[in-house]
């Protein structure tokens, strides 16, 4: 369990730019679908966001909302990993007054 926290804190050091949110394609006219722009949306602080994103920063956006779905992922797997470890511990040291 060690050894996987230590490699989860690693990659944590090495994650790039990111944001949360989704990203979409609305239309000012959706039924003709004309008028497209991206928009992000995201909560913060409890407080839901939205910002318009200009198309040549699309790629740019996704990829940050990739490396913050990766960057959650990593945290909620190093938190199951910190919870186990530390019963085990208990029990371990529990094992040991009985």
């Known amino acids: 369990m060690q050894q996987k926290i230590a490699r989860i804190k690693e990659e944590l050091q090495g994650i790039g730019e990111m944001r949360p949110g989704s990203l ?3 239309y000012q006219k959706p039924a ?3 008028g ?3 928009q992000i949306s ?4 409890m407080r ?3 910002e318009y994103v200009r198309e040549e920063f699309v ?3 996704q990829q940050q909302i990739k490396t913050f779905k990766r960057f959650k992922k990593l945290v909620q797997t ?3 990993l910190a919870i186990a470890h530390a019963r085990l511990k208990m029990k371990l040291a529990k094992g040991k007054t009985d």
Do not use: I, M
């Open 24 to 26: 979409t394609k609305q």
């Open 32 to 34: 003709e679908k004309r």
């Open 36 to 38: 497209g722009y991206y």
């Open 42 to 45: 995201y909560t913060y602080q």
């Open 48 to 50: 839901s966001r939205t």
């Open 59 to 61: 790629g740019e956006v």
């Open 78 to 80: 190093w938190t199951d």
